[in-house]
């Protein structure tokens, strides 16, 4: 009996389960949440986990936070670096697989169940189609599946920093703004938790909105804006019309995303949308406009228009494509 060790590593938190190969990704053992902040390196972490479970894992699979190379990643939040190989000899594993957190999220995709999804468009699913994932958080991820002949293949991407492409005149004055701050001119830095404060200083500078003294204190107070502006946007209360404009923008631009991962990788078996930001605007991203800006792709837009488009709402997916991952690497061995 094989005993996989996987690991999701976010900035701030690791979720972390031991998975048995014979019994696949349903029924993982001693699933485990542990603060980041309360150990000085991820090898501490883990030895808290292990002593915690008292199991001894074969091999591990990690999906990571961060740049991977080599089998070995500094996290972007925090000063740990992992090294696969100095792993393995620690903790006595015959194996460990470093990969980048999205494309532990995209190995999940042939692994969700309707559970574990928000439907925004059904669409029609082409059996062994290529699969994608947007994932707009503190950064935006882009990457993708393809079948090879036994199974699905998760491949890597920095789609994110993909040049923006306007669709309307608003848009192309936003491109102007980017290009007048000296601002890269990309998805990422329009579609992310960062990019959105370069929506809303856009709206300020040019949409003719006046800035309320509330908001405008409650944002130079912020370590993060974004999450003031999405709350001022959509949550309860008198909406904000200068942050619902941002966040309408920021789900247009998400849309178009989207469409571009579809036809980029012909995703005829879906396109998913995952990340932190998502779970938190699903209202608009169930308006009819997000769907219509998603297929619109000119010659294209019949083709866009099937395709299936969905909202990861299970918050382990990563966990499961990293198990996924690890599993596939220990049948294939």
């Known amino acids: ?85 100095d792993i393995a000899e620690q903790f006595a594993l015959d194996r460990v697989d470093i990969i980048n957190d999205l494309v532990a999220v995209a190995g999940s995709l042939p692994h969700l169940t309707d559970n574990d999804l928000l439907v925004l468009q059904r669409g029609t699913r082409q059996d062994k189609g290529a699969l994608g994932v947007v994932a707009p958080g503190t950064g935006l991820g882009i990457a993708f599946c393809i079948w090879d002949g036994s199974g699905y293949m998760a491949c890597p991407s920095e789609g994110g920093h993909a040049a923006f492409s306007p669709a309307n005149y608003e848009e192309l004055e936003l491109l102007g703004f980017l290009l007048n701050h000296g601002i890269s001119p990309s998805f990422e830095s329009l579609c992310s938790g960062s990019g959105l404060p370069n929506i809303y200083r856009f709206l300020i500078e040019t949409g ?5 003294d509330w908001l405008r204190a409650e944002l130079h107070g912020a370590v993060d804006p974004t999450p003031v502006i999405v709350q001022a946007a959509l949550g309860p209360g008198e909406r904000c019309p200068i942050c619902f404009e941002a ?41 009819e406009d997000f769907v219509k800006r998603f297929a619109s792709k000119g010659k294209m837009s019949g083709l866009v228009a099937d395709i299936p488009i969905s909202v990861i709402i299970n918050p382990k997916a990563a966990l499961i494509g990293a198990a996924a991952y690890g599993l596939r690497i220990n049948e294939s061995k």
């Open 1 to 85: 009996m094989t005993y996989l060790l996987a690991a999701d590593i976010g900035g701030t938190k690791t979720n972390l389960a031991i998975f048995v190969a014979d019994q696949g990704l349903s029924r993982p053992m001693h699933q485990v949440t542990l603060a980041n902040l309360d150990y000085e390196s991820f090898a501490q972490l883990l030895t808290a986990f292990l002593q915690k479970v008292k199991l001894q894992p074969d091999r591990a699979c990690f999906g990571v936070a961060g740049p991977v190379l080599n089998n070995r990643v500094k996290l972007t939040n925090l000063p740990w670096e992992i090294v696969g190989s």
């Open 208 to 212: 003719g909105f006046a800035e309320s």
């Open 247 to 287: 966040m309408r923008l920021f789900t247009g631009i998400l849309a178009e995303a989207c469409g571009n991962l579809a036809v980029t990788v012909f995703a005829t078996g879906g396109i998913y949308i995952g990340g932190g930001i998502p779970l938190r605007i699903l209202s608009l991203l169930q308006h």
